[in-house]
């Protein structure tokens, strides 16, 4: 697995942080040399870089191989617990005893990928999330009052995420989506100056239909999570 772990990291990554209104904290700079700078090995955890679904499929994978079960799509709707066991009920009634319940909710996150090609229909957007040297993949981190976002730009799509309050439409379901409306009103609203122009752009030019409000909620039972 470390092996795996080492392949799927972004070895040519830069990283450049804003705030919120635009201002730029911090310039470009290679993610292995900031890591350095920090007494930190770029090629081991926590001095990486990667792409979250290659992060889930290698832990899922590593943990098929060790032959723990994993279920999905298990809803928890209560908890329970007495002087002689305790866990939670499932939405199906199916009550699971543990030693151990860990429970967290109360925020949530957009997150969005789509073609950077997309970013073609405006000019500006292009231009400020381009490739650092036109070639290497960049992150650019984005930190406001209440909030942080988060950008990558590779040379086949672009990601990006912004955790948020709960606004309503979260839900614990990758399918769930919302429009860029949504988006781009909280982000008028946050406290003081707004999210500058440059961030915006980037939401209007993500495609329908794939911005997904996804809900942080998660239980873990003894050796056991359900997301």
């Not at 405006?122 to 209440?146: C, H, M, S, Y």
């Not at 989506?177 to 030019?205: H, K, Y």
């Not at 239909?209 to 909620?217: K, R």
Request: aromatic share 8%; glycine share 6%.
């Amino acid at each position: 697995m470390q092996k795996q772990y080492r392949d799927i990291s972004l070895h040519n990554a830069w990283l450049e942080t804003f705030k919120h209104d635009g201002q730029q904290m911090l310039e470009p700079q290679k993610v292995a040399d900031r890591l350095q700078e920090q007494g930190l090995d770029p090629g081991s955890a926590p001095g990486a870089f990667h792409m979250r679904p290659l992060v889930y499929k290698m832990l899922l994978e590593q943990v098929e191989k060790c032959g723990i079960e994993v279920e999905f799509g298990k809803r928890v709707v209560d908890y329970f617990e007495s002087s002689t066991d305790g866990g939670v009920e499932l939405e199906d009634g199916t009550r699971l005893t543990a030693d151990i319940v860990v429970a967290a909710d109360g925020r949530a996150m957009w997150r969005v990928v789509f073609p950077v090609d997309m970013l073609e229909q405006n000019p500006k957007a292009r231009d400020f999330f381009k490739l650092q040297n036109d070639e290497d993949p960049i992150v650019r981190t984005i930190f406001a009052p209440g909030s942080y976002a988060l950008t990558l730009t590779r040379k086949d799509v672009i990601v990006w995420i912004i955790n948020h309050d709960v606004t309503g439409s979260e839900a614990e379901s990758w399918p769930n989506t919302i429009e860029a409306d949504e988006v781009l009103r909280e982000m008028n609203n946050t406290p003081g100056t707004p999210w500058s122009s440059d961030f915006q752009d980037l939401v209007r030019c993500t495609p329908p239909q794939t911005m997904i409000n996804f809900a942080f909620i998660l239980c873990q039972l003894g050796s056991s999570i359900l997301l």
